[in-house]
């Protein structure tokens, strides 16, 4: 069930008894709709025939003024207007504040303990926050209190009934709210259209950043194997299928063994010997 719905409920049984009340008995009907419990809407009450007839009763007039200031007024009027009306009994006292508390959370979602200790006349925070937990049992409010920073922390609230002469006023907060909402939703309109935007720009930039990154480690990558391939021994393609150090080994030992012939050359002193021919000084020696 919606808040407020039930209270609404409550005063059916006060609209059927005001058909039939006039006079003094619709007064006393006054007297129990706002002392009665759970009852916190008079709206209707207040458009019965018989009850607007009070109104210019001289001596019951002050009981539709009563009804009045329980449908859209607060306790700070009472006080201000005590005089001209029935006094209060302690019910409707306190349902004058807890109405009170539900237009002050209308107006502002914090309310200062400091401001609601003298609106309301409570002597001490602990009965301000007695009356703040009923409030919110008989569901005419929705809230937390916070003890620590000393204020009462408005959810939601139930609606009061509306004082004639201020639907227009009404209307024109509400266009006022409606112009304001359609302006901060175009902004965040905008917003969200320069992050877009800004989004699918850093991804292309990604993209073309990632593009060259790859397209320059290949080319690190190629030249490191270039430089190791230039840097690798050559392989020989002779027939010996030597590698360049193998064939200078073996040039090397070639000029040694050449040397060693110029050594046994020189020691023999440079004669050649024909070893298959006789010496010239023997010929014919040894011969039978």
Same mark, same amino acid.
């Given at each position: 069930?919606?808040?407020?719905?039930?209270?609404?409920?409550?005063?059916?049984?006060?609209?059927?008894?005001?058909?039939?009340?006039?006079?003094?008995?619709?007064?006393?009907?006054?007297?129990?709709?706002?002392?009665?419990?759970?009852?916190?809407?008079?709206?209707?009450?207040?458009?019965?025939?018989?009850?607007?007839?009070?109104?210019?009763?001289?001596?019951? *007039?002050?009981?539709?003024?009563?009804?009045?200031?329980?449908?859209?007024?607060?306790?700070?009027?009472?006080?201000?207007?005590?005089?001209?009306?029935?006094?209060?009994?302690?019910?409707?006292?306190?349902?004058?504040?807890?109405?009170?508390? =539900? *237009?002050?959370?209308?107006?502002?979602?914090?309310?200062?303990?400091?401001?609601?200790?003298? =609106?309301?006349?409570?002597?001490? =925070?602990?009965?301000?926050?007695?009356?703040?937990?009923?409030?919110?049992?008989?569901?005419? =409010?929705?809230?937390?209190?916070?003890?620590?920073?000393?204020?009462?922390?408005?959810?939601?609230?139930?609606?009061?009934?509306?004082?004639?002469?201020?639907?227009?006023?009404?209307? &024109? *907060?509400?266009?006022?709210?409606?112009?304001?909402?359609?302006?901060?939703?175009?902004?965040?309109? %905008?917003?969200?259209?320069?992050?877009?935007?800004?989004?699918?720009?850093?991804?292309?930039?990604?993209?073309?950043?990632?593009?060259?990154?790859?397209?320059?480690?290949?080319?690190?990558?190629?030249?490191?194997?270039?430089?190791?391939?230039?840097? #690798?021994?050559?392989?020989?393609?002779?027939?010996?299928?030597?590698?360049?150090?193998?064939?200078?080994? &073996?040039?090397?030992?070639?000029?040694? #063994?050449?040397?060693?012939?110029?050594?046994?050359?020189?020691?023999?002193?440079?004669? *050649?010997? %024909?070893?298959?021919?006789?010496?010239?000084?023997?010929?014919?020696?040894?011969?039978?």
């Amino acid at each position: 069930m919606e808040m407020g719905t039930q209270h609404v409920a409550k005063l059916e049984p006060f609209l059927l008894m005001s058909k039939a009340a006039k006079g003094a008995a619709a007064a006393k009907l006054i007297q129990d709709a706002t002392s009665a419990a759970g009852v916190f809407v008079f709206g209707e009450l207040l458009e019965q025939p018989n009850i607007q007839e009070l109104a210019g009763n001289e001596q019951h *007039s002050r009981f539709y003024s009563l009804l009045q200031l329980f449908a859209y007024k607060t306790y700070e009027d009472y006080t201000q207007h005590k005089d001209a009306l029935p006094p209060l009994n302690d019910a409707q006292t306190i349902k004058l504040k807890q109405l009170t508390l =539900v *237009s002050l959370a209308q107006d502002s979602r914090i309310l200062p303990y400091k401001d609601l200790l003298r =609106v309301l006349d409570m002597p001490t =925070v602990r009965e301000l926050e007695d009356l703040i937990i009923d409030a919110i049992y008989l569901d005419i =409010v929705r809230g937390k209190l916070d003890q620590k920073e000393g204020q009462f922390e408005v959810e939601y609230t139930m609606g009061r009934d509306l004082e004639p002469g201020k639907l227009e006023q009404l209307l &024109l *907060s509400l266009q006022n709210w409606a112009s304001t909402t359609a302006a901060v939703l175009a902004t965040l309109d %905008d917003k969200l259209a320069q992050l877009s935007t800004r989004s699918v720009t850093a991804k292309t930039m990604k993209e073309d950043y990632d593009k060259r990154y790859q397209a320059t480690l290949r080319e690190v990558v190629d030249k490191q194997k270039e430089a190791r391939n230039a840097n #690798r021994p050559q392989v020989s393609t002779g027939r010996t299928g030597m590698t360049p150090a193998g064939q200078r080994e &073996l040039e090397k030992e070639q000029e040694r #063994r050449r040397q060693r012939e110029r050594e046994n050359f020189n020691e023999n002193g440079g004669d *050649s010997m %024909d070893v298959d021919g006789p010496a010239e000084g023997s010929k014919g020696k040894g011969r039978k």
